[in-house]
């Protein structure tokens, strides 16, 4: 079965340095790997997709994601962290009939 | 548009009581999720809709918990009786018609439930 594995459930960095949350994910089929940011009291917010399309995609509030079928991961990064990153960011995987699986997390602290 | 609609935003409520938490999904949206969020057990679907009809029901964790959706546009989680253990926050969500073979799901603000 398709899941991922988020490693660290903390990462603390300083305001302007780079962010970069680790995802791998299990498929034995190409998949369909979704980053999602939720913050405090908020439901989940889509922050970028792939579906194979570019393995380097960009999505909202300058982060990005690299598909690296070698490594079979899918980290997001962000150059400069800014205060209002601090959240919760989830890695999911679609197993198949739109049902995502979601990693456990990654709660992102930004440090000033 | 308005997003994913879900209330009530908090409940608290006591052991035994019924609870029954309402989802609006976006217009035009024909799949619909009802996830569970624990600090234990992470994000968890629980029932997932498509077209109104249940398509997968396993993660519902036992009888007491019961899930319809009668049109389109609405659907009910309802937990009968209700205990401790089920203090989550419950989360709907819902998505498009897949253009392709995956649809970005989009989800509702959570209703915080507190089983005293």
């Known amino acids: 079965a398709q899941s991922v594995t988020q490693l660290g459930s903390h990462v603390s960095v300083s305001e302007g340095a780079l962010v970069l949350l680790r995802c791998n994910y299990s498929?034995?089929?190409?998949?369909?790997l979704f980053w999602y940011v939720q913050y405090p009291n908020q439901g989940l917010q889509l922050l970028l997709k792939?579906?194979?399309?570019?393995?380097l995609v960009k999505g909202i509030n300058g982060f990005e994601a690299e598909f690296k079928k070698s490594e079979t991961s899918f980290h997001l990064t962000k150059p400069s962290a800014h205060m209002s990153d601090a959240a919760e960011y989830f890695c999911?995987?679609?197993?198949?009939?739109?049902?995502?699986?979601f990693g456990t997390g990654t709660s992102l602290t930004v440090i000033p | 548009d308005a997003g994913v609609i879900q209330s009530p935003r908090h409940e608290v409520t006591e052991m035994g009581q019924e609870v029954t938490l309402r989802c609006k999904p976006i217009?035009?949206?024909?799949?619909l999720f009802w996830y569970r969020q624990t600090m234990m057990r992470g994000l968890e679907l629980l029932i997932y809709?498509?077209?109104?009809?249940?398509?997968?029901d396993s993660g519902m964790p036992e009888d007491r918990f019961s899930a319809k959706m009668p049109n389109a546009s609405f659907s009910t989680l309802k937990i009968q009786p209700s205990e401790p253990r089920d203090s989550a926050v419950y989360f709907c969500?819902?998505?498009?018609?897949?253009?392709?073979?995956?649809?970005?799901?989009?989800f509702g603000p959570g209703t915080r439930l507190l089983v005293l």
């Open positions: 809709f498509n077209n109104n009809v249940p398509i997968d």
């Open positions: 969500a819902s998505s498009p018609p897949p253009a392709g073979r995956s649809e970005t799901q989009y």
């Open positions: 217009s035009g949206h024909n799949s």
């Open positions: 792939y579906t194979s399309a570019a393995t």
């Open positions: 999911a995987v679609d197993r198949g009939g739109n049902q995502f699986y």
């Open positions: 498929s034995s089929v190409p998949p369909y």
